[in-house]
């Protein structure tokens, strides 16, 4: 379980986010301007979710990175675990 909430922190809060301004939005009332306003409020979280996520980065393996080494150009060399 907390492998998952590790993982996907960003997602669990954009959507505890969305759920708190719903929640703050539709208790005054449910008219055009409050379903507006929650649709804004959705793109915005979107946009950011989108924009903030984490990519897939190829692995170079280690031929690649003794390839980028002395060739003139700066190399940042990121070690991470699999888990």
Request: zero cysteines; proline letters at 5%; glycine letters at 8%.
């Amino acid at each position: 379980m907390a492998q998952i909430v590790n993982q996907n922190s960003f997602l669990l809060l954009v959507i505890g986010l969305w759920v708190m301004a719903a929640v703050l939005i539709l208790r005054r009332s449910t008219d055009q301007w409050a379903l507006i306003s929650l649709g804004a409020v959705t793109v915005v979280l979107a946009v950011v979710f989108l924009a903030l996520r984490p990519a897939a980065v190829e692995d170079p393996g280690a031929a690649g990175v003794r390839n980028q080494i002395g060739a003139g150009m700066p190399v940042l060399l990121e070690v991470r675990s699999p888990n």
